[in-house]
Structures are given as C-alpha cells and as structure tokens.
C-alpha cells in the first residue's frame, strides 16, 4: 500500500513571493490556530505599526472572529477571505491549509489586483 506523502508549505518562502507581489504590501505572515506565527515578512523600509505584544492580540482576535464565522459555513459555504481596513492599514485574512493567512496592505488602494496576485501564489502552491 502507497503512503500518502504530506508536504507543509514553504511558508517562508510563499510570505516573500506575496510581499514582492506588490509594493502596497505591508506584511505577510501565517499562523496557526494556536495563535503562533509559523513565518512572517514586513517591507524592510516601513516600521511596525504595532508592538510585538499588540501584534499577538491582533492575532488572537483575528483567530477568534474566524472561528465564530465558521459557524455559519453550513449556509454560506466556506469563508474565502476578510478585509478589515483601518485608517493607517488594511488586513486581509485568507484561510490556507488549515492556517490563515494574514496580510496588510495600505489603507484605500484597490485591494482586487492584490487579491488576484496572492490568489495565484497560493494557487500556484497547490500545483
């Protein structure tokens, strides 16, 4: 009997082909449902808008809001992706393999040719 053999992502470098996708992006990063980071990348030139401690929050609340809307995928079908924008940024939440993938982008740009972009990342991944 074939064993089924179960690759995990190259997160570090699918992080670095989605930031180099586009210059509007701030960040990428995946995290797992424990709130862990499992690798991340930020534009060399920008700072942080948060602390790590606030960066660990953010995590935590984005992984709660994404559970609880799990609890309508009976009748909506499966979550594809959030956005939540703020004045200084704009997070967008992709679910991925069972991890989530976390993006900021700057605030009030047009998110679509982004999403096409990390789309075809994750896409090409799956290949």
């Known amino acids: 009997m074939a064993e089924e053999v179960i690759t995990q ?4 470098r699918l992080c670095s082909n ?3 996708s ?4 701030r960040f990428a990063g995946f995290v797992n449902d424990k709130s862990q980071i499992l690798h991340s990348a930020q534009q060399k030139d920008l700072d942080s808008l948060l602390t790590d401690n606030e ?3 953010s995590i935590h609340y984005t992984l709660e809001r994404w559970r609880k809307a799990q609890n309508f995928t009976f009748r909506l079908g499966k979550e594809r ?4 924008e703020y004045d200084n940024v704009t997070l967008v939440t992709i679910p991925f393999k069972g991890k989530l993938l976390l993006v900021s982008t700057e605030p009030r740009i047009h998110y679509d040719p982004i999403i096409e972009k990390v789309n ?7 290949k």
Do not use: A, Q, R
């Open 22 to 25: 586009d210059k509007h992006i």
């Open 55 to 57: 960066i660990g929050m």
């Open 18 to 20: 989605i930031l180099n």
């Open 120 to 126: 075809s990342i994750l896409t090409n991944w799956e």
């Open 81 to 84: 992706l959030t956005f939540t």
């Open 9 to 12: 992502p190259n997160y570090e």
